[in-house]
């Protein structure tokens, strides 16, 4: 069974390569986004997390997953800013690492307004290639774990009662990159409550380092 909703997740990937969420061909909807920062005090971790590593090949970062999660590995599939994907036990949920990459223009946007302007740059990248179809539910917060900085942002998609958060942050070799969580709704196993959910979010977080 296990295999099969691996292939299943797989072919998702395949089929909407490099989306965080699946896209969909509805009426945008357009909310005006707030910029409001706030920093937000580090929590230890409160689910037990395991001895599996993520890891870029430089080194600059790192991260353990949850306890009980595994990898996939669907190379070839998606974008090769995606370096890392986790799945939960149950198929409900996926923490997905990428590379955001440094085009001129986000390098522009980054020396102008920091973090909270890679935040603004990884959230368009979001609504770009989903049509637009994924709105922004709160505000950008600078979360502040281990004297590292990361920008947290949550999201949801239109229709499919489907939600996100993501958290950005500058490598020490200042390279860019994006941890996120994102529930699926291809299984009908119960989709963990929003406290559960950042339980999980934030147990990961906590122990990215980079």
């Not at 036990?89 to 990459?101: D, E, G, M, Y």
Request: hydrophobic share 40%; with cysteine.
């Amino acid at each position: 069974m296990k295999s099969i909703y691996v292939a299943l997740l797989i072919t998702i990937f395949i089929l909407f390569s490099n989306c965080i969420v699946v896209k969909e061909k509805d009426e945008i909807i357009k909310k005006e986004i707030e910029y409001e920062t706030e920093y937000i005090p580090a929590q230890k971790s409160k689910i037990k997390m395991s001895d599996k590593i993520v890891r870029t090949e430089h080194g600059d970062m790192v991260a353990s997953i949850p306890d009980g999660w595994f990898f996939i590995e669907p190379e070839g599939t998606i974008s090769s800013e995606v370096f890392a994907i986790a799945v939960s036990p149950n198929f409900t949920l996926s923490a997905v690492f990428s590379r955001i990459k440094k085009t001129n223009e986000i390098i522009d946007i980054v020396d102008k307004e920091g973090i909270i302007g890679l935040a603004r740059a990884s959230y368009s990248k979001h609504t770009t290639k989903n049509f637009n179809a994924t709105i922004i539910v709160d505000n950008y917060h600078i979360y502040d774990s281990n004297s590292q900085d990361f920008v947290v942002y949550s999201y949801t998609k239109l229709k499919r009662n489907t939600f996100g958060k993501s958290a950005v942050f500058i490598s020490s070799i200042n390279e860019y990159y994006e941890f996120s969580l994102v529930t699926m709704d291809f299984t009908s196993n119960d989709t963990p409550t929003t406290s559960q959910f950042d339980d999980i979010f934030y147990s990961i977080l906590t122990t990215l380092k980079y």
